[in-house]
């Protein structure tokens, strides 16, 4: 994935994802560490105007990607359980974690955002959804 650096407010150095499905779609969701660790990248998020957008969560939309239609009840329990237990995913392995929906309001748009917090094995992303940058 590409990433084009910007200048953000104060000279900070900040980036952009060339990615426009970045955080917009679940199946694409931006991954943190726990619910603060949401909290705490979408406080890094800088509008197109260098405010900060404030943000609320609507909720979880269920899985990041679906569960197969034939899949045993006990398999997606075991996801579930594993989810909830922040266990790395394995090289290859489908993520299925519940991905939490929010909605960032910059002065002038609204946008729609998705996080995924079961990503505990990893810094958090330091690049930004397409219509912002990040405060590094």
């Known amino acids: 994935m590409a990433i084009v650096a910007l ?3 104060g000279g900070a150095s900040a980036q952009q994802t060339t990615d426009p499905s ?3 779609v679940k199946t694409h969701a931006i991954e943190v560490c726990n619910p603060q ?3 705490a990248y979408l406080a890094r998020l800088v509008c197109a105007d260098n405010s900060h957008p404030t943000f609320e969560r609507l909720g979880n939309v269920g899985p990041r990607h679906d569960f197969p239609p034939d899949m045993p009840e006990g398999a997606a329990i075991r996801f579930i359980s594993q989810a909830a237990e922040r266990t790395p995913l394995e090289a290859g392995q489908t993520d299925h974690h519940m991905v939490d929906h929010y909605s960032v309001r910059c002065p002038d748009t609204t946008t729609d955002l998705f996080l995924d917090m079961y990503h505990c ?3 958090a992303p330091r690049h930004a959804p397409a219509g ?4 590094n």
């Not at 912002?132 to 405060?135: D, K, R, S």
Request: aromatic share 12%; charged share 20%; proline share 6%.
């Open 132 to 135: 912002f940058t990040i405060a």
């Open 7 to 9: 200048l953000a407010a």
């Open 121 to 123: 094995d990893a810094p």
């Open 37 to 39: 660790g949401q909290r």
């Open 22 to 24: 970045f955080g917009r």
